[in-house]
């Protein structure tokens, strides 16, 4: 078996079956996929959310994700198996999200991944989960609007999930730029946070995108925070804090209301992540812009970064809405699409890495 050798040319050219886990936050996943030479085709996708659970909460504990993450792991593990007809004995690579995320949660799929290595004798990739996000726009077969072509490089990523609000240069598949994140809230959670304050359940994304499509976009005059500070930062936080006084001093907030504040708080949020990676896309001379993540899901984002790309002629990979949540196919595309095939020797040692910077 393979430990720190490296990967001969035929890499390319082989056929593998790699099976993909994550359970970085509150959805247990795991898919097969298939690697023939460079096409990559999904065999199976299985996804359980946790979302009910969470819900009563109004967010995600930690320790409650890796409960449940134990509790699901194995049947989503089967189902995964038996969807794709086949049995673990025909896995070459197991991909696993290794990082960034909550820490008790990350190790429910390792420490499966590590087992089922061990004990089938399988290399194990350790895998970061927003390049998982990012790898969510190549082209494999199967999933519904999945990309035609790989995306011409060098490109411009806008990651935005509950979790995360970042731009990323993507010179190469595996070589990548942070040139910026949110300095406080990521876009996603002032989604959650917003949808909470109308009294909305979690997670508010998808609330808030419903409400705003039938309320008025300029009824309110929200901020659009650091839209003009000319880098690649973000700050969501004061546009909260802005909605949360209009909501508190409001006494009847009828459902008019809460649309249009749904809509102008949206918005906002649309008016600042497309402006800025228009910004900097133009100025890093991309030839594509990708939009991945769980806010990518939002209707008007997705219409937005269109008409916004389109004018400066940089054509727009969006996530398949299949991809754009948590998801374990993007792990193992990942995996398809690096040159590292993983060893045995990682199956002992892989830790998960709650804050693994992407570089
Ligand atoms: O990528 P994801 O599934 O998990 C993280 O890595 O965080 O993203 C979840 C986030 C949540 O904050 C959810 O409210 C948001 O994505 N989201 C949306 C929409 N669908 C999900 N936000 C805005 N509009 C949507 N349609
Ligand atoms: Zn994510």
Same mark, same amino acid.
């Given at each position: 078996m393979f430990s720190g050798i490296p990967p001969p040319s035929s890499w390319y050219t082989t056929h593998m079956i790699i099976l993909g886990i994550e359970t970085s936050c509150d959805d247990t996943a795991v898919s097969i996929i298939e690697k023939k030479g460079l096409r990559l085709r999904s065999l199976s996708h299985i996804h359980y959310s946790q979302i009910k659970t969470h819900a009563r909460y109004g967010g995600v504990i930690p320790e409650v994700a890796a409960r449940e993450h134990t509790v699901t792991i194995i049947p989503t593990l089967q189902a995964a198996l038996s969807r794709a007809r086949m049995t673990l004995t025909r896995v070459d690579l197991i991909a696993v999200t290794q990082g960034p995320g909550l820490s008790p949660a990350l190790s429910v799929g390792i420490d499966t991944a590590r087992l089922l290595s061990l004990l089938h004798h399988i290399p194990i990739l350790g895998i970061n989960h927003i390049e998982g996000h990012i790898a969510s726009v190549w082209p494999i077969e199967g999933i519904a609007h999945a990309a035609k072509k790989p995306p011409p490089l060098p490109a411009l990523a806008l990651v935005v999930s509950g979790g995360h609000t970042e731009l990323v240069l993507v010179k190469k598949f595996g070589q990548y730029h942070v040139l910026g994140k949110t300095r406080d809230d990521a876009a996603g959670e002032a989604f959650d946070k917003v949808a909470a304050l109308l009294g909305l359940p979690y997670p508010g994304g998808p609330e808030i995108s419903q409400l705003a499509a039938l309320g008025s976009r300029s009824a309110f005059d929200f901020p659009r925070p650091?839209?003009? !500070?000319? $880098? $690649?930062e973000f700050s969501f936080a004061g546009l909260k804090t802005a909605v949360r006084y209009l909501v508190e001093k409001r006494k009847r907030r009828t459902l008019p209301f809460k649309r249009d504040v749904a809509a102008s708080f949206e918005q906002a949020v649309v008016d600042v992540l497309v402006q800025k990676t228009i910004r900097a896309a133009v100025h890093q001379k991309v030839r594509s812009i990708f939009l991945v993540g769980g806010? !990518?899901?939002n209707a008007h984002l997705r219409q937005s970064l269109t008409v916004a790309s389109n004018a400066i002629k940089v054509s727009l990979f969006l996530a398949p809405v299949l991809l754009t949540q948590d998801n374990a196919t993007m792990i193992a595309m990942v995996a398809g699409l690096s040159k590292n095939k993983g060893s045995l020797a990682a199956a002992r040692r892989m830790r998960a890495e709650p804050s693994w910077h992407l570089t």
């Open positions: 650091m839209i003009t !500070s000319g $880098d $690649d806010v !990518s899901a």
